[in-house]
Protein backbone atom coordinates (compact mmCIF):
# COMPACT_ATOMS: atom_id res chain seq x y z
CA UNK A 1 0.00 0.00 0.00
CA UNK A 2 1.33 4.07 -0.33
CA UNK A 3 0.22 6.93 -1.42
CA UNK A 4 1.05 6.43 -4.86
CA UNK A 5 -1.36 3.47 -5.71
CA UNK A 6 -3.84 5.63 -7.62
CA UNK A 7 -0.94 6.69 -9.53
CA UNK A 8 0.67 3.21 -10.24
CA UNK A 9 -2.81 1.65 -11.20
CA UNK A 10 -2.65 4.68 -13.91
CA UNK A 11 0.57 4.13 -14.60
CA UNK A 12 0.49 0.37 -15.61
CA UNK A 13 -2.67 1.60 -17.65
CA UNK A 14 -0.51 3.91 -19.82
CA UNK A 15 2.18 1.01 -20.35
CA UNK A 16 -0.39 -1.47 -21.41
CA UNK A 17 -2.26 0.94 -23.96
CA UNK A 18 1.59 1.82 -25.28
CA UNK A 19 2.35 -1.82 -25.60
CA UNK A 20 -1.01 -2.08 -27.37
CA UNK A 21 -0.20 0.51 -29.65
CA UNK A 22 3.09 -0.91 -30.26
CA UNK A 23 0.86 -3.84 -31.67
CA UNK A 24 -1.22 -1.84 -33.70
CA UNK A 25 1.40 -0.60 -35.25
CA UNK A 26 3.02 -3.97 -35.99
CA UNK A 27 0.07 -5.27 -37.53
CA UNK A 28 -0.24 -1.91 -39.65
CA UNK A 29 3.25 -1.70 -41.09
CA UNK A 30 3.34 -5.67 -41.90
CA UNK A 31 -0.18 -5.76 -43.54
CA UNK A 32 1.48 -6.70 -47.03
CA UNK A 33 4.02 -8.76 -45.65
CA UNK A 34 4.00 -12.06 -47.18
CA UNK A 35 6.81 -13.34 -45.89
CA UNK A 36 7.53 -14.25 -42.46
CA UNK A 37 8.84 -16.89 -40.43
CA UNK A 38 7.71 -20.43 -41.49
CA UNK A 39 7.44 -18.72 -45.12
CA UNK A 40 3.51 -17.86 -44.11
CA UNK A 41 2.64 -14.34 -44.22
CA UNK A 42 2.52 -12.09 -41.16
CA UNK A 43 -0.31 -13.31 -38.74
CA UNK A 44 -1.99 -10.43 -36.94
CA UNK A 45 -1.54 -10.14 -32.99
CA UNK A 46 -3.37 -8.98 -30.39
CA UNK A 47 -3.31 -8.33 -26.72
CA UNK A 48 -5.03 -9.59 -23.83
CA UNK A 49 -5.16 -7.66 -20.79
CA UNK A 50 -5.76 -9.09 -17.75
CA UNK A 51 -6.71 -7.34 -14.22
CA UNK A 52 -3.85 -6.90 -11.76
CA UNK A 53 -4.85 -7.31 -7.98
CA UNK A 54 -2.38 -7.27 -5.47
CA UNK A 55 -2.55 -10.45 -2.72
CA UNK A 56 -5.42 -10.30 -0.73
CA UNK A 57 -6.04 -13.70 1.71
CA UNK A 58 -9.59 -12.87 1.62
CA UNK A 59 -12.14 -11.15 -1.58
CA UNK A 60 -14.76 -11.29 1.02
CA UNK A 61 -12.81 -9.22 3.84
CA UNK A 62 -11.51 -6.56 0.59
CA UNK A 63 -15.10 -6.07 -0.25
CA UNK A 64 -16.14 -5.12 3.03
CA UNK A 65 -13.17 -3.35 4.40
CA UNK A 66 -11.25 0.05 2.87
CA UNK A 67 -8.67 -2.67 2.13
CA UNK A 68 -8.23 -2.06 -1.94
CA UNK A 69 -5.25 -4.64 -3.83
CA UNK A 70 -6.30 -3.41 -6.63
CA UNK A 71 -3.30 -2.88 -9.09
CA UNK A 72 -4.33 -1.67 -12.51
CA UNK A 73 -3.84 -3.89 -15.90
CA UNK A 74 -1.28 -5.65 -17.45
CA UNK A 75 -0.79 -7.18 -20.79
CA UNK A 76 -0.64 -11.14 -19.91
CA UNK A 77 0.60 -12.35 -23.28
CA UNK A 78 0.49 -11.58 -26.80
CA UNK A 79 -1.26 -13.90 -29.00
CA UNK A 80 -1.83 -14.03 -32.96
CA UNK A 81 -5.01 -14.00 -34.86
CA UNK A 82 -6.18 -17.39 -35.87
CA UNK A 83 -8.54 -15.79 -38.42
CA UNK A 84 -7.64 -17.48 -42.01
CA UNK A 85 -5.16 -15.44 -43.96
CA UNK A 86 -6.64 -13.22 -46.51
CA UNK A 87 -6.51 -14.22 -50.37
CA UNK A 88 -6.00 -12.41 -53.17
CA UNK A 89 -5.97 -13.00 -57.16
CA UNK A 90 -2.27 -12.36 -58.18
CA UNK A 91 -1.18 -14.42 -60.73
CA UNK A 92 2.16 -12.60 -61.30
CA UNK A 93 3.03 -12.04 -57.26
CA UNK A 94 6.79 -14.29 -56.71
CA UNK A 95 4.65 -15.96 -53.50
CA UNK A 96 1.35 -16.65 -56.00
CA UNK A 97 0.13 -20.25 -55.19
CA UNK A 98 -0.68 -22.67 -58.22
CA UNK A 99 -4.00 -21.18 -58.69
CA UNK A 100 -2.69 -17.48 -59.13
CA UNK A 101 -3.73 -16.29 -55.52
CA UNK A 102 -0.92 -14.91 -53.06
CA UNK A 103 -2.01 -15.33 -49.20
CA UNK A 104 -2.12 -11.79 -47.69
CA UNK A 105 -2.37 -11.43 -44.02
CA UNK A 106 -5.28 -11.55 -41.90
CA UNK A 107 -4.63 -7.57 -41.30
CA UNK A 108 -7.54 -5.16 -42.07
CA UNK A 109 -6.30 -1.50 -41.60
CA UNK A 110 -9.82 -0.18 -40.56
CA UNK A 111 -9.74 -2.13 -37.75
CA UNK A 112 -6.43 -1.37 -36.58
CA UNK A 113 -6.94 2.27 -37.29
CA UNK A 114 -10.31 2.13 -34.81
CA UNK A 115 -8.11 0.13 -32.20
CA UNK A 116 -5.63 2.61 -32.64
CA UNK A 117 -7.78 5.63 -32.01
CA UNK A 118 -9.56 3.77 -28.65
CA UNK A 119 -6.04 2.88 -27.70
CA UNK A 120 -5.00 6.77 -27.69
CA UNK A 121 -8.16 7.55 -26.28
CA UNK A 122 -7.35 5.14 -23.55
CA UNK A 123 -3.90 6.34 -22.75
CA UNK A 124 -5.36 10.06 -22.99
CA UNK A 125 -8.56 9.11 -20.04
CA UNK A 126 -5.70 7.27 -17.96
CA UNK A 127 -3.42 10.42 -18.24
CA UNK A 128 -6.26 13.25 -17.35
CA UNK A 129 -6.76 10.68 -13.82
CA UNK A 130 -2.99 10.64 -13.08
CA UNK A 131 -3.36 14.27 -13.44
CA UNK A 132 -5.82 14.48 -11.07
CA UNK A 133 -4.58 12.22 -8.67
CA UNK A 134 -1.64 14.72 -8.85
CA UNK A 135 -3.79 17.83 -7.99
CA UNK A 136 -5.29 15.69 -4.61
CA UNK A 137 -1.74 15.55 -3.47
CA UNK A 138 -0.73 18.84 -4.26
CA UNK A 139 -4.19 20.03 -2.48
CA UNK A 140 -3.18 17.89 0.75
CA UNK A 141 -0.03 19.41 0.74
CA UNK A 142 -1.79 22.37 1.15
CA UNK A 143 -2.62 22.22 4.74
CA UNK A 144 0.71 21.76 6.05
CA UNK A 145 1.38 25.15 4.33
CA UNK A 146 -0.59 27.61 6.45
CA UNK B 1 -28.47 71.72 62.28
CA UNK B 2 -30.16 68.40 63.05
CA UNK B 3 -27.86 66.06 64.61
CA UNK B 4 -29.21 62.55 63.75
CA UNK B 5 -27.81 59.51 65.31
CA UNK B 6 -25.65 57.12 63.22
CA UNK B 7 -27.79 54.07 63.28
CA UNK B 8 -25.68 50.89 63.37
CA UNK B 9 -25.34 49.04 60.43
CA UNK B 10 -26.28 45.85 60.16
CA UNK B 11 -24.63 43.38 60.37
CA UNK B 12 -23.61 42.19 57.00
CA UNK B 13 -24.77 38.61 56.72
CA UNK B 14 -22.42 36.11 56.01
CA UNK B 15 -22.94 34.98 52.37
CA UNK B 16 -23.32 31.23 51.37
CA UNK B 17 -20.15 31.55 49.87
CA UNK B 18 -17.96 32.56 52.53
CA UNK B 19 -19.66 29.47 54.59
CA UNK B 20 -18.30 26.90 52.11
CA UNK B 21 -15.32 25.35 53.25
CA UNK B 22 -12.02 25.73 51.33
CA UNK B 23 -11.38 22.73 50.69
CA UNK B 24 -8.72 21.79 48.39
CA UNK B 25 -10.95 19.38 45.79
CA UNK B 26 -11.04 22.06 43.26
CA UNK B 27 -6.93 22.73 42.97
CA UNK B 28 -7.11 18.56 42.23
CA UNK B 29 -10.11 19.06 39.25
CA UNK B 30 -7.69 21.86 37.85
CA UNK B 31 -4.83 20.07 38.39
CA UNK B 32 -6.09 16.55 36.65
CA UNK B 33 -7.71 18.75 33.72
CA UNK B 34 -4.21 20.17 33.27
CA UNK B 35 -2.67 16.69 33.34
CA UNK B 36 -5.31 14.94 30.86
CA UNK B 37 -4.88 18.11 28.50
CA UNK B 38 -1.51 17.55 28.49
CA UNK B 39 -1.51 13.97 28.15
CA UNK B 40 -3.82 14.85 24.73
CA UNK B 41 -1.15 16.96 23.54
CA UNK B 42 1.26 14.18 23.86
CA UNK B 43 -0.36 11.89 22.39
CA UNK B 44 -1.06 13.98 19.21
CA UNK B 45 2.67 14.59 19.32
CA UNK B 46 3.00 10.91 19.26
CA UNK B 47 0.37 9.91 16.58
CA UNK B 48 2.25 12.78 14.05
CA UNK B 49 5.04 11.27 14.54
CA UNK B 50 3.80 7.44 13.33
CA UNK B 51 2.38 9.19 10.36
CA UNK B 52 5.75 10.68 9.60
CA UNK B 53 7.70 7.70 10.41
CA UNK B 54 5.18 5.94 7.80
CA UNK B 55 5.93 8.65 5.26
CA UNK B 56 9.23 8.00 5.33
CA UNK B 57 9.16 4.63 5.11
CA UNK B 58 6.67 4.80 2.13
CA UNK B 59 3.96 3.01 3.87
CA UNK B 60 1.73 5.63 4.04
CA UNK B 61 -1.72 5.07 2.76
CA UNK B 62 -3.28 9.07 2.74
CA UNK B 63 -1.50 11.68 2.35
CA UNK B 64 -3.83 13.79 3.78
CA UNK B 65 -3.72 11.72 7.57
CA UNK B 66 -0.04 12.93 7.97
CA UNK B 67 -0.92 16.42 7.27
CA UNK B 68 -3.72 16.23 9.59
CA UNK B 69 -1.68 14.83 12.55
CA UNK B 70 1.09 16.66 12.44
CA UNK B 71 -1.15 19.81 12.08
CA UNK B 72 -3.74 18.99 14.62
CA UNK B 73 -0.07 18.14 16.78
CA UNK B 74 1.13 21.56 15.79
CA UNK B 75 -2.05 23.82 17.13
CA UNK B 76 -2.49 21.71 20.09
CA UNK B 77 1.31 22.88 21.25
CA UNK B 78 0.90 26.44 20.30
CA UNK B 79 -2.46 26.51 22.51
CA UNK B 80 -0.72 24.75 25.23
CA UNK B 81 2.50 27.45 24.76
CA UNK B 82 -0.25 30.15 24.76
CA UNK B 83 -1.81 28.99 27.73
CA UNK B 84 1.96 28.23 29.63
CA UNK B 85 2.64 32.49 28.78
CA UNK B 86 -0.40 33.16 30.48
CA UNK B 87 -0.14 31.68 33.62
CA UNK B 88 3.27 33.08 33.74
CA UNK B 89 1.84 36.14 33.35
CA UNK B 90 -0.57 35.52 35.31
CA UNK B 91 2.02 34.58 38.02
CA UNK B 92 3.88 37.35 37.99
CA UNK B 93 1.19 39.85 37.89
CA UNK B 94 0.52 38.38 41.24
CA UNK B 95 4.10 38.47 42.54
CA UNK B 96 4.00 42.27 41.03
CA UNK B 97 0.50 43.31 43.95
CA UNK B 98 2.19 45.28 46.58
CA UNK B 99 0.25 43.67 49.91
CA UNK C 1 -11.06 22.43 22.09
CA UNK C 2 -10.10 18.55 21.49
CA UNK C 3 -13.40 17.79 21.30
CA UNK C 4 -13.73 20.26 18.64
CA UNK C 5 -10.72 18.13 16.82
CA UNK C 6 -12.65 14.93 17.24
CA UNK C 7 -16.06 16.26 16.20
CA UNK C 8 -15.40 18.25 13.05
CA UNK C 9 -11.46 17.55 11.90
CA UNK C 10 -11.33 13.78 12.74
CA UNK C 11 -15.19 13.63 10.34
CA UNK C 12 -13.31 15.70 7.58
CA UNK C 13 -10.55 13.13 7.62
CA UNK C 14 -12.76 10.09 7.46
CA UNK C 15 -14.72 11.81 4.59
CA UNK C 16 -10.91 12.38 3.00
CA UNK C 17 -10.06 9.04 3.54
CA UNK C 18 -13.42 7.89 1.38
CA UNK C 19 -12.93 9.96 -1.44
CA UNK C 20 -9.41 9.06 -1.76
CA UNK C 21 -10.18 4.96 -1.82
CA UNK C 22 -12.91 5.98 -4.65
CA UNK C 23 -10.14 7.55 -6.42
CA UNK C 24 -8.27 4.70 -6.59
CA UNK C 25 -10.88 2.58 -7.65
CA UNK C 26 -11.96 4.54 -10.10
CA UNK C 27 -8.49 4.79 -11.59
CA UNK C 28 -8.56 1.02 -11.08
CA UNK C 29 -11.85 1.53 -13.48
CA UNK C 30 -10.06 3.42 -16.04
CA UNK C 31 -6.91 1.61 -16.38
CA UNK C 32 -9.55 -1.85 -17.04
CA UNK C 33 -11.46 -0.17 -19.59
CA UNK C 34 -10.37 -2.73 -22.22
CA UNK C 35 -9.95 -5.38 -20.03
CA UNK C 36 -12.33 -8.65 -21.01
CA UNK C 37 -14.67 -9.58 -18.15
CA UNK C 38 -14.18 -6.73 -15.59
CA UNK C 39 -16.43 -5.29 -13.67
CA UNK C 40 -16.59 -2.36 -12.51
CA UNK C 41 -16.30 -1.29 -8.76
CA UNK C 42 -17.86 1.16 -6.98
CA UNK C 43 -17.14 3.22 -3.35
CA UNK C 44 -20.17 3.74 -1.15
CA UNK C 45 -19.67 6.03 2.43
CA UNK C 46 -21.57 9.09 2.48
CA UNK C 47 -25.54 7.26 2.85
CA UNK C 48 -24.02 5.94 6.02
CA UNK C 49 -22.54 9.09 6.83
CA UNK C 50 -25.43 10.94 6.43
CA UNK C 51 -27.08 8.06 8.82
CA UNK C 52 -24.49 8.68 11.53
CA UNK C 53 -24.69 12.78 11.57
CA UNK C 54 -28.59 12.12 11.85
CA UNK C 55 -28.37 10.04 14.50
CA UNK C 56 -28.78 12.58 16.88
CA UNK C 57 -31.97 13.91 15.37
CA UNK C 58 -33.18 10.58 15.60
CA UNK C 59 -34.29 8.31 17.99
CA UNK C 60 -33.74 4.91 16.48
CA UNK C 61 -33.86 2.32 18.72
CA UNK C 62 -33.11 -1.34 18.07
CA UNK C 63 -35.92 -3.43 19.67
CA UNK C 64 -35.25 -6.14 17.68
CA UNK C 65 -32.30 -8.21 17.01
CA UNK C 66 -32.91 -8.67 13.27
CA UNK C 67 -33.30 -4.94 13.03
CA UNK C 68 -30.27 -3.53 10.59
CA UNK C 69 -27.36 -2.15 12.97
CA UNK C 70 -26.97 1.60 12.02
CA UNK C 71 -23.46 3.56 12.81
CA UNK C 72 -23.89 5.36 16.30
CA UNK C 73 -20.78 7.52 15.35
CA UNK C 74 -18.77 8.45 12.50
CA UNK C 75 -15.73 7.11 13.65
CA UNK C 76 -17.54 2.93 13.03
CA UNK C 77 -18.19 4.45 9.34
CA UNK C 78 -15.97 2.03 6.97
CA UNK C 79 -16.15 3.19 3.30
CA UNK C 80 -17.48 -0.03 1.42
CA UNK C 81 -16.54 -1.45 -2.30
CA UNK C 82 -18.98 -2.80 -3.65
CA UNK C 83 -18.78 -4.82 -7.13
CA UNK C 84 -21.46 -3.52 -9.81
CA UNK C 85 -22.37 -6.46 -12.39
CA UNK C 86 -24.70 -4.47 -14.20
CA UNK C 87 -25.15 -5.97 -17.32
CA UNK C 88 -22.77 -4.94 -20.16
CA UNK C 89 -23.20 -3.59 -23.59
CA UNK C 90 -19.70 -4.97 -25.05
CA UNK C 91 -19.00 -8.69 -25.80
CA UNK C 92 -16.36 -8.85 -23.75
CA UNK C 93 -17.84 -8.90 -20.72
CA UNK C 94 -16.71 -5.65 -19.61
CA UNK C 95 -19.38 -3.25 -18.17
CA UNK C 96 -16.85 0.22 -17.81
CA UNK C 97 -18.69 2.75 -19.37
CA UNK C 98 -15.00 5.38 -19.87
CA UNK C 99 -17.59 8.77 -19.82
CA UNK C 100 -19.12 7.86 -16.40
CA UNK C 101 -15.86 6.78 -14.90
CA UNK C 102 -14.41 10.60 -16.33
CA UNK C 103 -17.29 12.22 -15.00
CA UNK C 104 -16.84 10.48 -11.35
CA UNK C 105 -13.04 11.06 -11.49
CA UNK C 106 -13.59 14.83 -12.10
CA UNK C 107 -16.09 15.19 -9.44
CA UNK C 108 -14.58 13.26 -6.89
CA UNK C 109 -11.48 15.92 -7.43
CA UNK C 110 -13.08 18.28 -6.90
CA UNK C 111 -14.66 16.93 -4.11
CA UNK C 112 -11.42 15.88 -2.24
CA UNK C 113 -10.35 19.58 -3.21
CA UNK C 114 -13.46 21.37 -1.44
CA UNK C 115 -13.16 19.25 1.70
CA UNK C 116 -9.54 19.86 2.25
CA UNK C 117 -10.23 23.66 1.93
CA UNK C 118 -13.15 23.66 4.46
CA UNK C 119 -10.33 21.62 6.74
CA UNK C 120 -8.20 24.32 6.02
CA UNK C 121 -10.57 26.63 6.82
CA UNK C 122 -11.30 24.78 10.44
CA UNK C 123 -7.45 24.85 11.69
CA UNK C 124 -7.49 29.03 10.37
CA UNK C 125 -10.26 29.17 12.77
CA UNK C 126 -8.11 27.33 15.51
CA UNK C 127 -5.57 29.32 14.95
CA UNK C 128 -6.67 32.71 14.86
CA UNK C 129 -8.33 31.99 18.37
CA UNK C 130 -4.94 31.24 19.61
CA UNK C 131 -3.26 33.91 18.16
CA UNK C 132 -5.72 36.71 18.63
CA UNK C 133 -7.96 35.44 21.54
CA UNK C 134 -4.18 35.82 23.69
CA UNK C 135 -3.82 39.33 23.06
Redesign the interface.
Known amino acids: MGMF??IN??A??LT??KT?IDIISKNMANVNTTRSTGGMPYRRQMV????QRGPSFSSYL?????R?N????EISEIVEDTTPFKLKYEPGHPDANEDGYVMLPNVDMVTEMVNMI?AQ??YE??I??IN??K??LM??L??SR? | MEVRTIRTINQIAPTDGLNKKLDGSNATQFGQLLKN?LN?VNELQIESDEYKKLLLTGDLD?L??VT?AA??AN??L??TL?IR??LVEAYREIMRMQI | ??AN?KNN?DL??KV???I??R??????N???????K?KK?TVSFEDKLREALSKSDSKLVKTHEKHLPFPVNTKDI??????NDKFSYRFDGNNVN?DT??AD??K??IM??AV?DQ??SE??K??NV??EG?K
Open positions: DSISSAAQRVFEEEKHTNFGKGVDRAANTAGTSMKAEIR | ARNHDIEKISQLSNK | MYFIFNLDGWLNKVINHIANADTPYLQPRIEEIEMLANTYNILIFDIKIHG
